[in-house]
């Protein structure tokens, strides 16, 4: 089945630096990828999204890489700030299918 | 637009008895989509919706649960009788189809079933 991982639940970072998240999948093969976010009592909110045949995106802060082969995305924020304070979900899609979400990284980035 | 609503924010209700949620996706997005949120599990897909009509309710867990989308400016997910493993937070999501979209998701409503 299909399986999508995050590299690890919580993060923390010193405010400044770049926070760099991890998602991996196996047994699927999507034509794109998303990034969301979500802060607490609150739904998830899209990011930035990267399509199979990209190998890298940017948004201001924010950078997603998108290796097929490695079956691998990874989510860069640089200078990251306290507001950078959330979790971060990552998304598989293909075609007309709904998401597939990973479970997240809560991201706390210390001042 | 509003974003996509959601109602109750918060449901506390007590096992056995019939809980309802609510949801209005955007004006103009002919996907709708139901998710449940866990700590163990993350978000699952419960079902979705396309120009009103169930694609896939795969996701969801039991007979206990049904849905419903009788018009593109409404959706309910209904779950009769509820149990304690029902706690959740539920989202309704809704998107404007095609090929590659982003999904916009609602506030979410907070169940517990004790």
């Known amino acids: 089945s299909q399986k999508i991982e995050q590299n690890s639940e919580a993060l923390n970072i010193q405010e400044g630096k770049t926070a760099t998240l991890t998602c991996n999948y196996t047994?699927?093969?999507?034509?794109?990828l998303q990034w969301y976010r979500q802060d607490p009592g609150r739904g998830p909110v899209f990011l930035l999204l990267i399509r199979e045949n990209e190998k890298e995106k940017r948004k201001e802060r924010l950078k997603v890489t998108f290796d097929t082969t490695l079956k691998q995305s990874l989510f860069h924020i640089t200078a990251s700030q306290p507001a950078d304070s959330a979790t971060y979900l990552c998304a598989l899609g293909s075609g007309n299918t709904p998401l597939v979400f990973g479970k997240g990284t809560r991201l706390s980035v210390i001042a | 637009d509003a974003g996509v609503i959601q109602s109750p924010r918060h449901e506390v209700t007590e096992m056995g008895q019939e809980v309802t949620l609510r949801c209005k996706p955007i004006s103009g997005h002919n996907s709708l989509f139901w998710y449940r949120q866990t700590m163990m599990r993350g978000l699952e897909l419960l079902i979705y919706f396309n120009n009103n009509v169930p694609i896939d309710d795969s996701g969801m867990p039991e007979d206990r649960f049904s849905a419903k989308m009788p018009n593109a400016s409404f959706s309910t997910l209904k779950i009769q009788p509820s149990e304690p493993r029902d706690s959740a937070v539920y989202f309704c999501?809704?998107?404007?189809?095609?090929?590659?979209?982003?999904?916009?998701f609602g506030q979410g409503t907070r169940l517990t079933v004790v």
């Open positions: 999501a809704s998107s404007s189809g095609g090929e590659v979209t982003e999904a916009f």
């Open positions: 047994n699927y093969s999507p034509a794109y």
